[in-house]
């Protein structure tokens, strides 16, 4: 039997309190982890809470599931320096790899200092038991993506053409995408005309820096074309199951992007959480969602010129039930529950991104209201 709207939320909740090391206060989650082998967390870029929210999860994730894998909003190249970076703690890493960034939601400091949050965690554990950094996503820096392709090369000894080519972009301060057209091209050639040499000179760097190249071409595609969300999911669903088919099988968590964690399809979009939870993929029924709505919050938007702030609220307010409920600064309601009004009925709590069909839980499990953050703190 469906409940109340109202007595259902009451009795499906619970307050978060990030410093609570028990993590009783999601243990309202536990049924769910199970049966489930990915686990999405979705966020507005910019709020502060989000890193606090992403500790969090990932604490409780690791100790019920121990999971391996941490899906990043990122490419290949910059998630492949940062798990160097989580070796070693290099802060030149960090900076190399973020100089390109300035101007994107990545450019600010609290996502920056995260980086050696998570260092500092993950060396609590033993070496096999230790969080390792997956980067579906397509090469949205050329800057970093060339600059791991000179990596796979040096790393390899390998001198010649393929190296000239690489070293003459790297110099580039700006590529257009005319440039980066024929540099892909460029490369994609070589690797043709000698692929069995590049594959015994490259080694185990081969797929890496040829799927690098892939992703500079998947670039273009994406921002030259007239859909650019439906166009990168479906490359980074592509580019994750390239990637996971070379690991070991292993859980995953990862905070992504709101949209990225949806289970089901838009008009025209397949979202990255949609593909996975498809049919005939190895992750359908066994994902995860939960998404995050703001009320009073801020967040940071970085430009290459100076950083502005604004407001954000996408709770829907006209549920006023939720309303209810969200008094501490983080709140945790389960959708899926026995009775759950959210399993018969397509009741919406975002105030954006509206869906056409299902019910709420075809698209997420869980919903947290973060209340009253400020936004992120951007570099000066």
């Not at 910059?78 to 070693?88: A, D, H, K, P, S």
């Not at 038991?129 to 820096?141: A, C, F, T, W």
């Not at 407001?311 to 709140?331: C, P, R």
């Not at 026995?338 to 499990?365: A, C, M, N």
Request: aromatic share 16%; with cysteine.
């Amino acid at each position: 039997m469906v409940m109340d709207l109202g007595d259902y939320l009451e009795k499906n909740h619970s307050v978060i309190y990030p410093e609570d090391e028990s993590m009783e206060d999601l243990s309202i989650m536990d049924g769910d982890l199970k049966d489930s082998e990915m686990f999405l967390t979705g966020e507005n870029h910019g709020v502060s809470a989000n890193i606090e929210l992403r500790i969090k999860f990932l604490k409780y994730y690791k100790e019920r599931t121990n999971f391996k894998y941490y899906l990043c909003e990122l490419p290949y190249s910059m998630t492949y320096f940062l798990n160097i970076y989580l070796e070693t703690k290099d802060e030149n890493i960090l900076d190399n790899i973020y100089e390109p960034l300035k101007g994107t939601d990545a450019w600010n400091k609290d996502e920056y200092d995260y980086w050696g949050y998570l260092y500092e965690f993950n060396k609590e554990f033993l070496k096999d038991d230790r969080i390792i950094l997956i980067g579906p996503d397509i090469e949205h820096q050329p800057r970093n993506a060339i600059r791991f392709m000179k990596y796979c090369l040096d790393k390899n000894h390998v001198s010649g053409t393929i190296n000239d080519y690489v070293e003459e972009f790297m110099n580039k301060d700006n590529i257009t995408d005319e440039e980066l057209e024929c540099f892909y091209e460029g490369i994609k050639k070589e690797l043709t005309q000698n692929e069995n040499l590049y594959r015994n000179l490259l080694e185990e760097y081969y797929f890496k820096f040829k799927h690098v190249n892939d992703n500079l071409m998947n670039r273009l595609e994406v921002y030259t074309g007239n859909n650019f969300n439906g166009v990168r999911d479906v490359k980074a669903y592509e580019n994750f199951l390239s990637i996971s088919a070379r690991l070991p099988k292993g859980k995953y968590f990862g905070q992504l992007g709101l949209s990225h964690i949806f289970q089901k399809s838009f008009p025209q979009i397949s979202w990255f959480g949609s593909s996975l939870n498809k049919e005939g993929s190895q992750f359908k029924n066994k994902v995860l969602s939960v998404a995050y709505a703001y009320r009073n919050c801020r967040y940071l938007y970085p430009t290459t010129r100076r950083n502005y702030e604004s407001s954000i609220d996408t709770l829907d307010s006209s549920i006023e039930e939720f309303g209810h409920f969200i008094d501490s600064d983080y709140t945790l309601f389960k959708l899926n529950g026995e009775g759950s009004p959210f399993k018969k009925e397509l009741i919406w709590p975002l105030e954006h991104k509206r869906p056409v069909g299902g019910v709420t839980t075809d698209y997420f499990q869980y919903l947290v209201v973060a209340k009253d953050s400020k936004a992120m703190a951007g570099f000066n």
